[in-house]
């Protein structure tokens, strides 16, 4: 919310400083954004009158010039061209800062005559690129007056943050308000004088739709000339950003800024029918004053005549109606609309207006006639014309209510003692009105623009029903959907009592400064505190810290992409299309994190790093999941392993990304010795050189090369490798007692074992057999080696293990050791069909 320093002064009477009234601001809960003082830096220099200037005694291009500043006369040499006797010019006196250059200035001599300040250009105040002279006033320029101020540059910007429940605070009337309740001035009145209709207006309303607009006035102004607005409102608007475009639509800009009053002005010669009906859309297109084409739906309320839809009601005009300088009838709407249907309209259609921002907040119900009539005195101002009486349909919603405040809860919920004559006075400067008053409490009304407190949706939204968490017969919050009707009727008025006593409560000890209200910290519910992750983010940030342990580098990407991209890596359904994506080809959910890592890669390598590592811990999104999605940790690898002299650099493969996959399983506390590996990977893998690792029937993750056809059409650089590990699936380890490891005293005995088996035996299988051999006395079992060629058969491979026999109680004997040994053999040979080549 913006406004210019006089703005809010044409409102607040007050001679505070700037400074004071934006620490208000910020102490009173309207926080400050910012303040652009484009005068501060100008405040040194004034208007200077040229009384001779005559040519450099030492200098060809140099002049004398006798300048008066108003309260002196000084000598300045100047070798600006233009610089000559009778002209009035812009003087920097000594000690000024010229703001393009930062040059602090002195009293100095230059060729032997004495310069006590300049004459300066618009380039070295920073107010355009012009340099070839110095700046040249207007004769009638008032001598010694600041040159910022005749320019009306020393009015400051104020940008506050407005919360989304204080819509009375985004017009400058409520902000000063505020202010005179903090005790910054006093409120001038405001009383707009009625004006009289003369004649009945030729357009009409008629509400079809009550739920989104119970009340609506307008009246016709013909024969009016409409121009350009005069030349305060066109600086007042500029200041804050908006740009001036003619008297009427400056003239509704600019109410809605001071009164939070948002109006529209329909062109009233191009209204068709003698009507204008609030009512739903139904499909039509229209396009609105922004100069997009909007297609209205069901659920908008859209304002038409007989022509079709001339305005999205509460956020944009139509341009078909809207008002240019050939206008000379119009017709000044000014409604009431359901905040939370304005919200939604214009979320589904993008468009975010001013109007739109102030109706979505709740804007006051009582202003509607007020705000129109101050709209009907502003156009005969500036543009003439003969106003109607007005048009009217529906009625004004009941806004009238009651809050009550205990004073013994300012201490107990703000821990503040505040003198009851204090918190009365308080609430009386914020428009608040006693209605009954004892020793204990105080019972105000509650005045129209605070839509804020107690409870505004239940007593002037047309439609409780809108929300899902509204009680469809009282139109109170359901706090608790899930307790018996009775249950949450209870707790719903139980609400409705206490909040209104707390919005109270913040308005006193707010005006009194929230800086003042004591920090309290939370009472300590236990001597040592609960974990702040659950089990499931402890073991998602030690995954994280694994990966990165493995020198991959973690990503923070979209999780959306364009939806030819996602159908690379599988279904791309409509069902995880954006409706409204941030850009036209970002309109598509990602399936995997792995095509985004793809996408960031192709990105690297076109930028010479084809080496690199990524991951990321990310959603990815199906619509068969139960919550939409799933939590995925994925990594990519593309090119090389990096160059070392133990070892030749060598292209990344499979068993890379197996790795990873398998340091991550480990971070995450999966039972690694009951996984297996399976060879049906999804179709963006290369098949043959990927897989899927299981424990039991379910998936954990996958790993591999990516398919040689998505690698090309993705421009990566070849080999490139990915995992997936699916979080969410990994069991949680069990909870066990811990107690001290068993290590046994005895030494171990190792054997090596190579069998040789089919090709297409996989080694996890030999391994999973080996191990389970022989479980009282088997530690461990390790694989070595792999070998195909040779003098090998076609068609059968050899495969070297390790297996380390602990013993528990004894030292084994060497017809034990061999007994175990022809078990081991045994069962590998029962489990995949391989002999024994040798063992050792």
């Known amino acids: 919310m913006k406004f210019t320093l006089s703005w809010l002064r044409a409102h607040l009477d007050t001679d505070a400083a700037l400074a004071r009234i934006t620490d208000t601001l910020t102490a009173i809960g309207l926080e400050l954004e910012s303040v652009e003082d484009r005068g501060a830096a100008l405040a040194p220099f004034r208007i200077a009158h040229v009384l001779d200037a005559t040519p450099h005694p030492n200098a060809d291009r ?37 703001p393009a250059t930062g040059t602090v200035l002195k009293v100095g001599e230059i060729r032997g005559v004495q310069s006590a300040g300049m004459l300066v250009s618009a380039r070295e105040l920073a107010l355009g690129e ?95 000339r409409n121009g350009p607005s005069p030349q305060w409102l066109q600086e007042r608007l500029a200041a804050i950003g908006l740009r001036p475009i003619n008297a009427l639509v400056d003239i509704t800009n600019f109410l809605t800024i001071d009164l939070g009053r948002p109006l529209h ?11 204008l009906a609030m009512r739903r859309g139904a499909g039509e297109t229209f396009r609105a004053l922004n100069g997009r084409d909007c297609t209205v739906t069901d659920e908008d309320c859209v304002i038409a005549d007989a022509a079709g839809v001339q305005s999205l009601a509460g956020v944009m005009g139509g341009a078909a109606t809207g008002s240019d300088e050939a206008t000379r009838s119009v017709f000044v709407e000014c409604a009431l609309f359901d905040p939370v249907r304005v919200a939604l309209t214009g979320r589904r259609h993008g468009i975010i207006s ?42 004004e919603p009941r806004w009238q209510r009651s809050a009550s ?33 004892d020793a204990e409490r ?21 439609d409780p029903g809108l929300r899902s968490d509204l009680n469809a017969e ?5 706090q608790a959907p899930a307790l018996s009707p009775a249950h949450r009727r209870e707790v719903a008025e139980a609400c409705a009592q206490t909040e209104p006593e707390y919005d109270l409560i913040e308005e006193v000890l707010r005006l009194r400064g929230l800086d003042t209200v004591p920090p309290v910290s939370l009472p300590q519910a236990e001597p040592v505190p609960p974990p702040a992750l659950t089990a499931a983010q402890s073991r ?137 590996v399976t060879a049906d990977a999804p179709g963006f893998y290369h098949s043959g050189r990927s897989g899927v690792v299981r424990q039991g029937r379910v998936a954990l993750g996958t790993f591999g090369e990516l398919h040689p056809r998505l690698v090309a059409a993705l421009d990566l650089p070849a080999p490139a490798v990915v995992f997936e590990l699916l979080l969410d699936a990994v069991p949680e380890p069990k909870r066990r007692k811990r107690a001290a490891a068993d290590l046994s005293p005895l030494q171990p005995v190792r054997r090596d074992f190579a069998f040789l088996v089919g090709a297409e035996v996989a080694a996890e299988t030999l391994l999973r057999a080996a191990r389970g051999a022989e479980r009282g006395l088997i530690a461990g079992v390790t694989l070595f080696d792999v070998f195909a060629g040779g003098g090998l058969p076609d068609g059968q491979k050899s495969i070297g293990i390790e297996v380390v026999f602990q013993p528990r109680d004894r030292t084994l004997t060497d017809a034990e050791i061999d007994a175990a040994a022809a078990k081991v053999v045994a069962a590998v040979a029962k489990a995949t069909g391989g002999v024994l080549r040798s063992s050792s």
């Open 62 to 98: 140099l002049r004398v010039c006798t300048v008066e500043t108003g309260g002196e006369t000084v000598t300045v040499v100047c070798g600006a061209p233009n610089a000559r006797r009778g002209m009035k010019a812009v003087f920097a006196p000594p000690g000024s800062v010229i």
């Open 130 to 224: 012009d340099h070839t002279g110095i700046i040249e006033l207007p004769e009638e320029a008032p001598l010694g007056v600041p040159y910022a101020a005749w320019l009306g540059l020393d009015d400051p910007v104020i940008d506050i943050a407005v919360t989304p429940n204080r819509g009375d605070a985004l017009a400058v009337r409520g902000v000063a308000r505020d202010l005179a309740a903090a005790g910054i001035g006093t409120l001038r009145p405001w009383n707009p004088e009625p004006v009289e209709g003369g004649f009945p207006s030729p357009v009409g309303w008629r509400i079809d739709w009550p739920e989104a607009c119970p009340w609506v006035l307008g009246r016709t102004v013909r024969n009016l």
């Open 265 to 275: 002005v329909f062109d009233a010669d191009k209204v068709t029918g003698g009507a």
């Open 354 to 395: 001013d109007a739109r921002q102030r109706f979505e907040r709740g804007i006051d119900p009582a202003l509607l006639a007020p705000g129109l009539q101050a709209a009907t005195r502003m156009i005969l101002e500036c543009c003439g014309g003969e106003p109607s009486a007005v048009a009217a349909a529906g009625h």
């Open 405 to 437: 405040l205990r004073f013994a809860r300012l201490r107990e919920l703000g821990g503040a003692d505040v003198p009851p004559d204090e918190a009365v006075g308080a609430l009386q400067r914020l428009g608040f009105t006693v209605e009954a008053r």
């Open 442 to 462: 105080v019972t105000v009304a509650v005045p129209s623009w605070r839509n804020d407190v107690e409870a505004i949706l239940r007593n002037y939204t047309a």
């Open 474 to 478: 009282t139109g109170l919050l359901d």
């Open 540 to 676: 998602t940030a030690l995954v994280r810290r694994t990966l990165a342990a493995e020198g991959l580098a973690e990503c923070v990407t979209f999780s959306f992409l364009p939806s030819a991209t996602a159908a690379l890596f599988g279904p791309a359904p409509s069902a995880l299309r954006l409706v409204n994506p941030i850009a036209a080809d970002l309109d598509q959910l990602r399936p995997t994190p792995v095509a985004t890592l793809a996408l960031a890669a192709a990105r690297n390598a076109a930028r010479g790093q084809p080496d690199l590592g990524l991951f990321e811990i990310g959603p990815a999104f199906a619509p068969e999941q139960p919550q939409g999605q799933h939590l995925v940790a994925a990594g990519l690898r593309t090119g090389a392993t990096p160059r070392n002299w133990a070892a030749p650099a060598r292209p990344i493969d499979a068993m890379d990304a197996k790795a990873d996959l398998w340091g991550a399983l480990t971070a995450a506390g999966a039972p690694l010795e009951g996984l297996t």
